[in-house]
């Protein structure tokens, strides 16, 4: 069953059960319902599998959120190593702002640490959010990329025994943690950190790992841990665009790319077209993160923006650049201040075209959009996935009708089902 319509089905099971709060003789009632459809799926002859196992992951949702949110760790050994590495934090940050003026302090500190730089008013982010670039100042999964990728090169593309492999997979585990302690707890950070802590441990136990598999189970953690992140918008802007950057711009490139790519041609058209096809390549990995992030921008600002897809064709490559450079400059800054003034040098420049930008882009006019609830922003996507579905694997799509016909008329599997103390385990 793809995991996709696990998640969605999760989702809104937990948001019926955030309006509707089961009480514990409720909550009794649809564990009830839950073990009845399980008891189905172990029966051999079942005819019904997914189904009820799609209708005890919705009461599982349902009850989950009515239930107090918990967290992994103690929150209070989190707040003390906080405080044990906050001047450690302090020199990066007073590094990072090194010959910066205060509106672009508060720019890289917005891109490279997002809150966790402790500005909490940008003066530029209505521009950002009108522009629809306010995801550039928040901390997500590239400060997470950056931090590791160096090791993940490493441990792949050097000869080395399992044992130093591992150590390096720890030393990268360790990093993680201590950006988690700089940044914070937000919820963008979650999801990055504990993604590469799945992509980290299948790395260790020798075992394989697909990216998309990973959002969704990641997204299901979280989800389980606190319900309540499904409305935080946060949460929403992360896992959209790695939903989109992960599934939708893969497929896109298949639609678009591969014909172009196949045609013959002498020496200078090859270049050309490889110059061409990185371009398109570049547009197509902005559409595909811009499309998917926009049902949630929509959602909760009530506008829709056709210029954002062209701002962030600038601003992202952009920001990129200005969060490598930002980090040099932190670290840079802890052994010469010279140096991290040479950095902020073109830094500054390239922080004041990305105001400049957002500022430009800001004052085009925009699409009202009308408010609607959760469910209406749940549609785009199921509609996107069934799209994708249906164009790359056929099969996929008429599998969702079926279940989902299955659930609208229930009449068809009431005269098939059995109570459960009928059941045998082996016929």
Known sequence: MPAFYVLITYILGVQVGIRISPDIPMQT???CITLICLFKTIHPKTRFVKVMILIAIFNAGVVRASLPSFSIFPVEWYEHLRILIQPFKARLIEAMGTGLTDSQKEL???IVLGRGSGVTDIKSWPH???SGMSHLLVASGAQVSLSIFPLILLADHVNMSIRARKLIYIIA???LFLLLLIVGLEPSILRAVTSCYMFLLARTINRKCQSLNIIYATALLWLWINPSLIRNIGFQLSYSASWGLIYIYPR??????PGIASKPANLKRKITRRIYIFSLEIILLMLA?????MPVLCHHFHRFSF????ANIIAIPLSGLIMYMGMGAALSGQ???QLAELINSINGFLLNTLNLTARLFSSIPYIPSPSNGMLGLLMPYTFMALFFEARFKPYGLVKALDIAQKILYPLDNLKNFKPFWRFRLID
């Open 335 to 337: 052994i010469s201040t």
């Open 108 to 110: 890289i500190g917005g």
């Open 252 to 257: 896109l490139r298949l639609l678009l790319i």
């Open 29 to 31: 009632v649809i564990i």
């Open 289 to 293: 993160a811009q499309g998917a992030v």
């Open 307 to 310: 210029s954002g897809f062209i």
């Open 173 to 175: 585990a360790t990093l």
């Open 128 to 130: 950002f959010l009108k």
